[in-house]
């Protein structure tokens, strides 16, 4: 019996933001003896066979500090005030011109710390089993990243406009996605009335 090579997936990490409504840079927020950011770096490189690439803007210099010496590729938006649209072509435009032909990408954010490695393996698995190219987050009112999307899609990821996200393909191409729920687990953080509701909340469970 034959069997078909895995999948070779890259993960983005978006983390380019200004974070204007938090006031301060949210990648460096403390959350569970790290920071937010680490914490998604984290759960990532525990990911079998998933090369993890970050992608700085805002702060570049101060988050760069903080997670240099970890297994991962740090990239620079250097248009990231356009926003996210541009955050996400910097990594797929990276990843095309990468030796590894990357046959999907894992998308995700650092907002979002209640999700652990295991919602990312699920993604993944309903991924390899390929019946659907794209495999989204179901957070309740919304499909979202994380998510992870088919190379055909690259194309399209390049050319995204500038103020949009992942969520406008998720959108169009409806018909091709699968969900993965995590309506407790996806919340992320904006401002500073969400880090705290989210620190009382994972402090008194």
């Known amino acids: 019996m034959s069997f078909l090579p895995k999948p070779k997936v890259a993960q983005l990490i978006l983390a380019a933001g200004c974070s204007s409504r938090m006031g301060k840079p949210k990648q460096l927020l403390p959350w569970r003896g790290t920071t937010l950011i680490e914490h998604a770096i984290k759960q990532t490189i525990e990911l079998d066979g998933i090369i993890t690439y970050v992608i700085l803007g805002a702060y570049y210099d101060t988050i760069y500090e903080r997670i240099k010496d970890y297994p991962i590729t740090i990239l ?3 248009y990231w005030q356009k926003g996210m ?3 996400i072509q910097c990594g797929i435009n990276t990843l095309q011109k990468e030796a590894i032909p990357y046959d999907a990408v894992l998308i995700s954010l ?3 710390p209640l999700l652990q490695t295991c919602h990312y393996k699920k ?3 309903s991924f390899y089993k390929g019946d659907h190219s794209i495999i989204a987050t179901d957070l ?3 499909k979202g990243v994380p998510s992870v999307i088919s190379s055909i899609y690259f194309d399209e990821l390049t050319k995204l406009k500038e ?3 992942a969520r406008y393909l998720i959108k ?6 699968k969900s993965i729920c995590a309506k407790n687990e996806g919340i ?3 401002t500073v009335t969400d880090y705290e509701g989210l620190i009382k909340k994972n402090y008194s469970s």
């Open 163 to 165: 103020n949009f996200g």
């Open 123 to 125: 993604l993944l698995v």
């Open 85 to 87: 649209g541009t955050t």
């Open 172 to 177: 169009q191409y409806k018909d091709q996605v």
């Open 188 to 190: 992320d953080i904006d």
């Open 140 to 142: 309740g009112e919304k």
């Open 76 to 78: 620079k938006n250097k």
């Open 110 to 112: 650092i907002d979002q």
